[in-house]
């Protein structure tokens, strides 16, 4: 069943043709991916499905109840970003649209709420398009992918990381494409300055003296131009062949990142900050208990925890060095915040990366162009970049300063999928060490060596990756909900012997109540908003 079809979409932004897409077509149970770069249009194209922006020329059939869920929501002054955004998701689900276009869904959602949000759109029953840089959220979701690129949509069948396999599979068959290309052209240009170079020696020739007997035999000068107009003329059939031949375009190489980072030497491997005894307090409200830990040098120690746990208060503790953090004096330390306060607008990108760094302009090159800015888009001034551009660019600066330990609160926010991959190889190859806040779970996966999780007021550090706290959070859990189902059915059995022997309301009601908790329990529905 066909719940929408779209025909020759086209979207201009000024005199940019931002979407140009034949035929898009959604069916019921639907589960579709959108993805791009930023500014290539996903936006747009959700609001013109959705009716909420009408194109120059489009026809868009709805032949099902939609609704949008927008990436801009309209704030509430008394609630968080992540409260405003569950109040939204919440009255879109009582609405049950039989297609659901969600823009960006899981901003502002902590771990925890993003995975109650994955369960509630598994058990969707209608079809559904999702916007999200949350690369775990599309993988747990979606079975297509709609990539937006130049104006196009380009279909993926497969989860997210079907559709990472298959452009990989993409890249490979072009650099394979480009070496054949490079093999033939190469092979005519070489046949093409040997056929040059006879037609040079047959002129040579032909302008000898040679004796009447010879050229009487040879018929020398007439034999000899001819020779030369015949190899003249296959040369000219080489140069079309060269100018016919499809250029394949090089696939642009990530040059490796080798950076002398400051005191190296003397905070590798060794303990460079420890909180004693802090605890996180702001005027009555307890964040979390007294606690201590410690960061060792070259470690990429991730936190975590529900939205309003305290992690940007911690960051800024140690940013700060207050009471209780004590920081090796071989430390130099570099902070990123959201507000983005070390860029000056009015000065180029390469401007502003240069102008704290100590690394030639060759590796600050190297990392802007691993970030996506090549050649003269380094000298595009800040302040004409869109928000994800100049988070970029507030990064690379970081990055290449005369630090050794990166403190990143939330680096993910506004980069596309893209970017966020390229940020993820740059902190992998760091020598350095990197503290940061992220919600993002394949971020911190692919980047943490350490966990700090804060949850119930408590600090609690895990050696070991992501997915490793992942596996034992999770056999923890199975463990507590054995004892958790053991204990109902003891309950359960000493109502039911006292219903047997003396039955009353208030006991058929307990009964009712224990078997309520059991079912939920085994069904996995307990529902972490309540």
Known sequence: MILLEAFNIK??????????????????????????????????????????????????????????????????????????????????????????????????????????????????????ILVSHDRAFLDALCTTIWEVHEGKVKEYKGRYSDYVEQKEQERRQQQLAYENYEKKKQALERALELKKRKAERATKVSGKKVSPSEAKITGAKPYFAKKQKKLQKAAKAIETRLEKLEKVEKIKELAPIKMNLPNEDTFKDRIIIRAQEVAGVIGQRVLWNKASFHVRGGEKLAIIGPNGSGKTTLVKKIVDQEEGIIVSPAVKMGYFSQNLNILDVHQSILENVRSTSKQDETL???????????????????????????????????????????????????????????????????????IFVSHDRRFIENVATRILVIRHKEIQLFDGTYKQYEQQKHRDTRNTTEDERLLLETKIAEVLSRLSIEPNEELEQEFQRLLAEKRKLDFGEIDKFT
């Open 364 to 434: 600050i090159r190297t990392v802007l162009a691993r970030l996506h800015f090549f050649r003269d888009d380094v000298y595009k001034p800040v302040g004409v970049l869109s928000g994800g551009e100049r988070v970029k660019v507030a990064l690379a600066k970081l990055f290449v300063s005369d630090i050794n330990t990166l403190i990143l609160d939330e680096p993910t926010n506004f980069l596309d999928i893209e970017a966020m991959s390229a940020l993820e190889s740059l902190l992998q190859e760091y020598e350095g060490t990197v």
């Open 11 to 128: 979207h201009y932004v000024k005199d940019r043709l931002l979407l140009d897409v034949d035929r898009l077509t959604i069916y019921k149970n639907d589960r579709i991916g959108l993805v791009g770069r930023n500014g290539s249009g996903k936006t747009t194209l959700l609001n013109i499905l959705a009716g909420m922006i009408a194109p120059e020329k489009r026809r868009v059939v709805r032949h099902a109840r939609c609704e949008l869920l927008p990436q801009l929501k309209q704030m509430d002054t008394a609630k968080s970003g992540g409260e405003v955004t569950q109040a939204y998701i919440r009255d879109l689900m009582t609405k049950d649209p039989e297609l659901l276009l969600a823009d960006e869904p899981t901003t502002h959602l902590d771990q925890e709420h993003i995975e109650w949000l994955e369960k509630q759109l598994q058990q969707w029953k209608g079809a559904f």
